[in-house]
């Protein structure tokens, strides 16, 4: 574990960035709140469903890069929709030609409507596919220490394992399972979907996770704006206690000021 927080950049296909909150541009009721939202976030990353969101597809449609510049901003597309490989190492390359080239996707295949939970057969099929590709990807994944290691080990230059299902807002499920999935991992590790307010975010963080991508949670909240710069607190203050080394927990009190050595 770190020492101290001096320099603290999260890199991955060696980029760095100096915030660890990634954030989607879905679910916002108009393009001006999403650029609102995501500069209260403090976002380096942004995330974009290329099935659902204009990139150049469309040549007479409002096309997100005009509110998010791609010199101001790294973009994740990503494969949301899909649900199988073929499909998804579709997208990524029409991704892939419409950002002149860009090779860093996060790659999700989806296994039904109901749950949104990832195929993660298709996953693998799909990974395997696009790092052959040239492609840099960011998977996301179930809670499952063998299937992250599976993937790491595959190629994928980071692991995002879902919190919760998407959308959900249920927080982390099972902190245990993200917890071993940090502590095997040698690539970055993000908490992807499931995050509901800047705690869940935070936990995330004090597990040991490089970072968090969230979008329902914050554009889905009542004041989408007031909600990311939370999130982008609750970030930074779950890396500096994860830093800092937490205190054990404990079964019974144990006296803030020591019982030793009283005056009476």
Same mark, same amino acid.
């Given at each position: ?45 942004? *995330?974009?469903?290329?099935? /659902? *969101? ?5 040549? &007479? ?28 190492? /579709? ?20 296994? &039904? ?6 195929? #993660? ?15 840099? #990807?960011?998977?996301?994944?179930? &809670? ?53 307010? +800047? ?20 554009? +889905? ?6 909600? +990311? ?9 779950? /890396? ?25």
């Amino acid at each position: 574990m770190p020492n101290d927080n001096q320099n603290d950049s999260f890199s991955v296909a060696g980029r760095s960035f100096n915030s660890r909150l990634l954030v989607g541009t879905g679910k916002y009721k108009d393009m001006q709140e999403t650029r609102e939202a995501i500069d209260a976030s403090g976002a380096e990353i942004v *995330t974009i469903a290329v099935r /659902r *969101t204009n990139i150049g597809q469309e040549k &007479d449609q409002p096309n997100i890069l005009s509110v998010l510049p791609p010199d101001e901003f790294t973009y994740l597309p990503n494969t949301a929709g899909c649900y199988d490989a073929r499909t998804a190492v /579709r997208t990524c390359r029409l991704a892939r030609e419409l950002l002149d080239g860009h090779n860093l996707v996060k790659l999700e295949v989806l296994g &039904d409507e109901k749950t949104l939970f990832p195929d #993660v057969v298709q996953t693998l099929s799909a990974a395997e596919e696009l790092i052959k590709d040239g492609f840099d #990807v960011m998977v996301y994944t179930n &809670d499952d220490p063998i299937m992250a290691k599976r993937l790491e080990e595959l190629g994928c230059v980071a692991v995002m394992p879902l919190a919760a299902p998407i959308g959900s807002g249920l927080g982390i499920r099972n902190r245990l399972n993200i917890l071993t999935i940090v502590e095997n991992a040698k690539v970055p590790v993000l908490v992807d979907a499931g995050v509901g307010t +800047a705690s869940d975010a935070a936990v995330a963080m004090e597990l040991g996770c490089d970072g968090v991508l969230m979008n329902t949670a914050i554009a +889905a909240a009542e004041k989408p704006v007031l909600m +990311a710069s939370a999130m982008k607190k609750a970030i930074a203050a779950g /890396r500096e206690a994860y830093l800092a080394g937490r205190m054990p927990a404990k079964r019974f009190a144990s006296a803030s000021s020591p019982l030793e050595g009283l005056f009476f």
